[in-house]
């Protein structure tokens, strides 16, 4: 099953584990303020680089997942994708870099993994940052809704939620 969770392609796109030359690429996805601004990414940066490579292991306890968003023809890294389950309960986060954004790859990735998550989940949600209007647009592209306003330490978000796809995993 981890397989599945942690590797996969669609049509443009190749989801995988970080790899260590991944690493000068993510450190600019992670330092483009229009990112980092929406992102709670952990503020050490050698911890947060060695979380990255670390065994992409969804479900297991270690919480967030972090995984290598790669253009399929060339495996360039393109941004990062985040999963964490919790029993029946799955979240998703999602950055692309600049470059790879208005061309149809978020939706493209939230809809594959829609498709790829275990049977036992019944919830998808995603938290954004209310000062996100693009994020909050492309998941209700993809069929989340407006669940709840919360507030912590990093300042107000919205989650959205919906049921997965069908087939599971």
Do not use: K
């Amino acid at each position: 099953m981890t397989g599945a969770l942690t590797r996969f392609e669609t049509e443009r796109l190749r989801i995988r584990p970080y790899r260590a030359t991944d690493l000068p690429a993510h450190r600019r996805l992670r330092a483009d303020p229009d990112i980092a601004r929406f992102m709670q990414w952990s503020a050490d940066a050698e911890a947060f680089e060695r979380h990255l490579l670390a065994p992409a292991r969804p479900g297991t306890g270690r919480g967030w997942v972090n995984l290598a968003v790669a253009d399929r023809g060339s495996d360039a890294l393109l941004g990062d994708h985040a999963l964490r389950l919790d029993g029946d309960l799955a979240t998703l986060g999602l950055a692309l870099a600049p470059g790879a954004r208005g061309r149809g790859l978020g939706r493209e990735l939230i809809m594959a993994r829609l498709a790829r998550l275990p049977a036992q989940v019944a919830r998808v949600r995603a938290e954004i940052d209310t000062d996100n209007p693009r994020s909050r647009a492309l998941f209700e592209a993809c069929g989340f809704t407006l669940e709840a306003e919360e507030e912590d330490e990093a300042g107000p978000y919205q989650v959205f939620s919906r049921a997965p796809l069908s087939g599971g995993a």
